[in-house]
């Protein structure tokens, strides 16, 4: 082997060797021994770095016995020199995958980290004595050749300062020597004009004075301050200034508490006086608004900054104290405002989401929104993460709070790349916001930036965290404020002086006591909603009649059901479809027999002919869990997609139907988001069973159910949920019903449960007929979709028809004065009932259908029960006692039969009895279930039960005990045999 101290390998000669390693790579024996023993000797990485040469033009080439032409040098040497090149590229590399773990992150020096051995130069056979020798690097890290030394000082400065960088888990080539060539030619580092560290220092002080005032005026109210993330600030901003040169127009932001009233105050610019006016005890909208209202930092608001003569519109969303919750709902608003924008690049509109680590790491939204973010229905173009690293969730310290060794582990599923900075080091965060934003723009992905800072004052400025955090909280106790730190950098390098100093913070203080002494006489005059997109809506409360024009001329339905059982030319569709969309055809042309799937399909494509815009995704909703909708049709030999409903008009509106990862919450969340954004769309989620719902509570419940009290953001997504009683089991039952009506109230949902095709038609398009928006939740059915009796005729779908809440029966068994008892239902168990009450030839009895639990029907329900004031009520359900509409409806439907006159006004009940589970798996035992309710429902004079007398037979009848007398459950089944003998 050559000295040591010999040149290093010259491009010329790496050409040659990368020339003669790919004729070894051909085949190993065509080159010299001593060259394929040193080729044979190499590790993978080793051979991939050797391929990297590239010497240029004129490069020396293989001799064809495997010899290089090297004048004077030998091939010892060659082989040395090349060895050398090869080690130094497996240290560049080994700082790039592994250098962020000696990153300086923790401005408390608390978290930190050994030397990494493969850092070490000595890992790759590197002794003192080469440090200052020159390698040939070939232009890696900007060098052509650089000493060890010069290579080691350029690595540390990149990848070990204040910044740490994961980027080399990116499988696109393109998208990783973007970030090196970003990073490495300048030691990943931006230098600042002094007008820039100016700006940083002032937005700096701004955050840290605005906390401290309020810690004063309000001491140990929660506020959630910035305290220890102050440089966020500065960071949000870059990312406005720096998106706007790159063709940002709007950006829609989601954040958690902490550090939100800085960012509403000092980069949204909310009023200080309205902020100070919240905190002493006024509402955020004018009291006539009404609604419940939330804290002041759950809310959100929207506003024009402008940066470089670039105009941005931001729009921070309202959100609960479940963290990560509005994650997917902003990306949905994001996705409808590109739509809005026309913003097919995807550049113009983004979302930036500001995270706490503890959250990041352990909620699930956040997965379930990252892995949204490359699939075409979900796209946004990439979502800029900011993560406010507190290193420490609550009171939980990481090493119980995640397994991994960062927050932002799961980011790597999307391959996404992080950026780890120490807050102490503005400069630094505002630089690696402004690489996140470019990257972004650049490569539409997401990017995260992990800011590692610490909270001041604990969770909240009433906790004491030393209770469990005593050593973090003295070294903050002892900490600087990062404003501190970064003027005394100022005043050092000669940037800023101290009076330039003070008058920042006495600047910042006396604009903050001015707001603070018009708080007082502070009222705000307006409500920020029903303005841009929402401009023509209204605020409503009962809104019962308010039906809007749904029916459609009928010429306009066969030329709409037409084109909807139209394929092209040439499309191989399977034999099965075809007879469905001939079905279909006939139906429509007859106007007889339309089932379910076809109104649907007549709401969806009536609506898009008429300009709205219609939404609809969920797990295999393109074909529908029960094969009913076949939105999306596939060539049977090439897999091509036709749909349908993107053909209907050449002037429509736009139609999407996706089929959604196996995600309940995040899309769910994402949907909501777009409803939010796009108010003229009909926008729809599908569960693939209604039992499925409940994967998504906490967005029904925080935003769907509650948002226009709480924030005054109305909505009209629609929910459709698979619901019914067939013996499917305890999951494919039951949509919860109970659940949903639980969440009712001020006319906040609307929970319909439908029983024709016509009636789900029309519940549809009032969704988007109306100058208003509600959440609907509709019950949708399973059997029903095939059942004969469940059609409807296409008269009711015409000029003159409109959305029931109440149906009676169109052939009544017999007069109602002769009726001797009435039942009441929802959805699917009619038709039980009407099949049953046939096979005993009952004309006693009659049925009403409530299609709108809620808001109950109040006038609809007095006029059909006003001629059965003589009738016994019955209220019959297929879910147990405790579960459906019973528990709710129960007590409206007493007081509406009292003030109509019923000389009975309570209702009975007929249906399961209550138990923990929806429903059961067992077959037979369901069959049983199903006729013994139907048989409560059916015979007339059977005693109303009390709960009492309900838990004891209960309870008699699973001991077996002999209970003297009979009671309850026991007399009713009397009662329903004599009754039955009688009937004989």
Wanted: negative net charge.
């Amino acid at each position: 082997m050559a000295d040591r101290t010999e040149p290093a390998l010259d491009p010329q000669k790496a050409a040659a060797v990368a020339a003669l390693f790919r004729q070894y790579r051909q085949d190993p024996g065509a080159v010299d021994a001593s060259w394929k023993r040193f080729f044979d000797a190499l590790d993978p990485q080793a051979r991939e770095l050797l391929e990297s040469f590239d010497g240029g033009n004129g490069a020396a080439a293989p001799t064809s016995g495997g010899a290089i032409e090297t004048g004077a040098v030998s091939q010892d040497e060659v082989r040395a020199a090349a060895l050398d090149s090869i080690r130094a590229l497996m240290l560049i590399r080994a700082y790039r995958v592994r250098g962020h773990l000696q990153a300086d992150l923790d401005p408390l020096k608390q978290r930190t980290r050994g030397p990494h051995p493969e850092l070490d130069p000595a890992s790759q056979g590197f002794t003192e004595a080469d440090w200052d020798r020159p390698i040939f690097v070939n232009h890696v890290l900007g060098f052509e050749t650089a000493t060890l030394r010069q290579i080691v000082d350029r690595l540390q400065k990149t990848y070990c300062g204040k910044i740490g960088v994961e980027y080399m888990h990116i499988q696109e080539p393109e998208q990783k020597a973007w970030i090196q060539e970003r990073i490495e030619n300048i030691g990943n580092r931006t230098e600042f004009t002094e007008t820039g560290k100016r700006q940083i220092l002032e937005r700096l002080t701004a955050a840290e004075v605005f906390e401290t005032f309020l810690d004063k005026k309000y001491t140990g109210t929660k506020r959630f301050g910035i305290d220890g993330g102050e440089a966020m600030i500065p960071a949000l901003e870059q990312i406005l200034k720096r998106g706007g040169q790159l063709g940002l127009k709007e950006l829609v932001l989601g954040m958690p508490h902490r550090g939100r009233l800085n960012v509403l105050a000092n980069f949204m610019g909310k009023s200080f006086t309205a902020i100070f006016h919240e905190f002493q005890g006024g509402a955020a909208h004018p009291e006539e608004i009404g609604g419940s209202g939330d804290v002041k930092y759950h809310l959100g608001t929207s506003t024009d900054r402008e940066f470089d003569g670039n105009t941005i519109h931001l729009s921070l969303t309202a959100n609960p104290s479940h963290l990560e919750a509005v994650d997917p709902v902003c990306v949905g608003k994001a996705r409808a405002k590109q739509y809005q924008h026309g913003d097919t690049t995807q550049d113009k509109v983004g979302c930036l989401l500001i995270h706490g680590d503890a959250a990041f790491a352990g909620q699930g939204l956040v997965p379930e929104t990252l892995d949204m973010s490359e699939l075409k229905g979900y796209r946004i173009g990439g979502t800029l993460h900011f993560i406010m690293n507190n290193q420490i969730g609550f009171t939980t310290n990481p090493v119980n709070a995640r397994s991994g060794p960062y927050c932002t582990e799961v980011a790597k599923m999307i391959q996404a790349p992080i950026f780890h900075v120490n807050a102490d080091d503005p400069e630094a965060v505002v630089h690696v916001c402004r690489i996140a934003t470019e990257f972004r723009q650049t490569f539409k992905k997401d990017v995260v930036v992990d800011m590692f800072c610490y909270r001041r004052f604990g969770h909240n400025e009433g906790d004491e965290p030393k209770f469990t955090q005593p050593l973090m909280y003295q070294a903050i106790k002892d900490h600087p404020r990062v404003r501190k730190q970064y003027a005394e950098q100022l005043i050092a390098e000669g940037v800023i002086d101290e009076k330039t100093v003070q008058q920042y913070l006495s600047d910042a203080q006396t604009t903050l006591q001015q707001a603070y002494d018009s708080a007082k006489e502070y009222k705000p005059n307006k409500a920020d909603w029903l303005e841009g997109v929402w401009s023509g809506f209204r605020a409503q409360r009962g809104f019962g009649p308010y039906r809007g024009e749904t029916g459609v001329p009928l010429q306009t339905l066969r030329e709409v059901g037409f084109r909807l059982t139209q394929v092209p030319e040439g499309f191989s569709v399977n034999r099965k479809i075809q007879k469905f969309l001939d079905t279909r055809a006939q139906a429509v042309d007859s106007g007889e027999g339309i089932d379910w799937s076809t109104a649907e399909a007549l709401a969806f494509g009536t609506l898009v002919m008429e300009g709205h815009p219609v939404r609809l995704s969920g797990q295999d909703s393109g074909r529908g869990t029960f094969s009913q909708r076949h939105g999306q049709i596939i060539d049977q030999q090439t897999e091509d997609v036709y749909v349908p409903f993107q053909h209907v008009d050449p002037d429509q509106a736009r139609f999407e139907i996706i089929n959604s990862p196996l995600s309940e919450a995040g899309i769910v969340g994402f949907e909501y988001g777009f409803s939010l954004a796009e108010p003229r769309a009909l926008t729809l989620w599908e569960a693939q069973f209604g039992d499925f719902a409940n994967g998504a509570q906490v967005i029904i419940d925080q935003f769907i159910a509650s948002g226009e009290a709480k924030w005054l953001r109305m909505s009209g997504l629609t929910l459709l949920l698979p619901h019914g009683y067939e013996g499917q089991g305890p999951e494919h039952s039951s949509a919860r019903i109970e659940r949903f009506l639980q969440l009712c109230a001020e006319d906040n949902l609307q929970v319909v449960n439908c029983t024709t095709p016509a009636n789900f038609f029309h519940v549809l398009r009032r969704q988007v007929h109306r100058d208003f928006r509600k959440p609907l939740v509709v019950f949708t059915p399973k059997s029903l979709l095939r059942d004969k009796l469940c059609v409807s005729k296409l008269k009711d779908f015409g000029e003159d028809s409109a959305f029931h809440r109440v149906l009676y029966e169109e052939n009544l068994p017999g007069d109602p004065k002769d009726a001797r008892q009435l039942v009441l239902c929802s959805g699917k168990v009619f038709y039980d009932l009407v099949r049953e009450r046939e096979n005993r030839a009952v004309t006693d009895i009659h049925i009403l259908r409530v299609e709108q639990l809620y808001p109950i029907p109040v006038d609809a329900l007095m006029k059909e029960l006003a001629p059965y004031t003589h009738c016994e009520l019955v209220w019959c359900q297929e879910e147990p006692r405790n579960m459906g509409a019973w528990p709710f409806f129960s007590t409206f439907l007493e007081e509406i039969a009292a003030e109509v006159g019923f000389d009975k006004p309570r209702p009975r009940y007929a249906g399961r009895k209550s138990a923990a589970s929806p429903a059961t798996g067992i077959p037979d035992r369901h069959q049983r279930e199903q006729a013994e309710l139907l048989d409560d429902a059916l015979t007339v004079g059977k005693p109303h039960l009390t709960r009492i007398q309900t838990r004891k037979a209960q309870e008699l009848a699973r001991s077996g005990e002999d209970s003297g007398p009979p009671i309850g459950e026991d007399v009713a089944r009397q009662q329903a045999q004599q009754a039955q003998t009688n009937s004989q």
